[in-house]
């Protein structure tokens, strides 16, 4: 599958509203409560709108054949503060479930991995629900294991976080 990547626009808020409300409905079905879900999926479009500016330099669209399949943010500086400055961040990658399991999330990940090299990072780090084991396989097989770092988020029920990291 050939895929492209690029920094998003203004115009690709909507679709990428609609990739990520998407991709939490199957990937987060059993993990995050389904009201949280609905509730954050009614107030995506108007985020995409404030986040996605002519000045964006983070977020990406991947996309196929024209068609925005899914999203990505890759952040030269780790919002950690036990991180050095040579570590990126990859801070989130949807795809659209109708494009799961296609080798789009690998093509991504290499994405990212040369966008962290050419602003001269060794590492990359990611969060990712403890619970998400299908993205944690997904990870590991991405080169990517636990660094030991947790965090937990209360969104209607309390959710452990682990930090995965991957040298470039």
């Known amino acids: ?71 990505m943010g890759i952040n030269p500086t780790p919002h950690d503060d036990d991180l050095d400055d040579d570590i990126a961040e990859l801070e989130s990658i949807y795809l659209h479930p109708d494009w799961y399991r296609q080798g789009i999330g690998s093509q991504a990940m290499d994405f990212a991995y040369e966008v962290a090299r050419r602003a001269g990072k060794t590492a990359i780090v990611l969060w990712v629900f403890a619970g998400n084991t299908n993205s944690i396989k997904f990870y590991e097989k991405c080169g990517f294991s636990a660094d030991g770092k947790t965090k937990t988020y209360d969104i209607g029920k309390v959710m452990d976080c682990i930090r995965m990291r991957r040298g470039l």
């Open 1 to 71: 599958m050939k895929i492209s990547i690029r920094l998003a626009v203004p115009s690709d808020a909507p679709d990428m509203a609609e990739v990520l409300m998407r991709s939490w409905e199957v990937a987060y079905r059993d993990i995050i409560p389904a009201e949280y879900i609905r509730e954050k999926s009614a107030t995506r479009h108007d985020s995409f709108k404030r986040i996605i500016t002519d000045e964006n330099s983070t977020q990406y669209v991947i996309q196929t054949d024209g068609k925005t399949v899914g999203i």
